[in-house]
């Protein structure tokens, strides 16, 4: 069963600024590979942080999707984050 929460202005506000947190992360990983592939780090250490990056994304896939308005299907609710995360088939 999934759970079902009112949500607020406020709360769609915090929802945007993890958002964009998440990005601002993952920018930064995405530039840090830029560096270690111009440095000629070790290929294990640049895999290593592109799996963090797949990782990233999957939870700004999910973040996204938790505070989407299409999600939010019964009036101003939205989806439990544990579904979601069996959606990405995540840990």
Sequence with gaps: MVAIKKITKNDEAKAQEKILNR????????????R????RKECINVITQV????EAVSMLGIEMLKNDFICKREGNKKIDEAYLKTLFKMK
């Design 51 to 54: 799996t963090a990056i797949r």
């Design 23 to 34: 990005i601002a992360r993952i920018e930064g990983q995405l530039k840090g590979i830029r």
């Design 36 to 39: 270690m592939v111009l440095e």
